[in-house]
Nanobody, 117 residues
Framework: VQLVESGGGSVQSGDSLRLSCVASGRTISGITMAWFRQAPGKEREFVGASSGNTKYYQDSVKGRFTISRDNTKNTVFLQMNSLKPEDTAVYYC?????????????WGQGTQVTVSS
């Protein structure tokens, strides 16, 4: 599975962005899709995930970020509203969570999001 993210950019605090992750090589229908982010000098952290009809979010983005997916287009989205400078990071799409390893099998290259105050 290849994952390609897009939609990142430089915005002001309070603005919105929508990230897209297009998958190729297999259908994303029925598999868990997630977003992670890594800020400069920090570890990569979980942002949110979509698994079946359930969505999970990190506490700091709840109410501001929304994950959606279009299985017909093999695409998952991350709508980010009310962006804050602390949301600045490279955002990564991940696919196919393996409960045995606790890891995702596939990762995109990332897209940069920069939020200035």
């Amino acid at each position: 599975v290849q994952l390609v993210e897009s939609g990142g950019g430089s915005v002001q605090s309070g603005d919105s962005l929508r990230l897209s992750c297009v998958a190729s090589g297999r259908t994303i229908s029925g598999i868990t899709m997630a977003w992670f982010r890594q800020a400069p000098g920090k570890e990569r952290e979980f942002v949110g995930a979509s698994s079946g009809n359930t969505k999970y979010y990190q506490d700091s983005v709840k109410g501001r970020f929304t994950i959606s997916r279009d299985n017909t287009k093999n695409t998952v989205f991350l709508q980010m509203n009310s962006l804050k400078p602390e949301d600045t990071a490279v955002y990564y799409c991940a696919a196919d969570y393996d409960p045995q390893t606790g890891k995702y099998d596939y990762w995109g290259q990332g897209t940069q999001v920069t939020v200035s105050s």
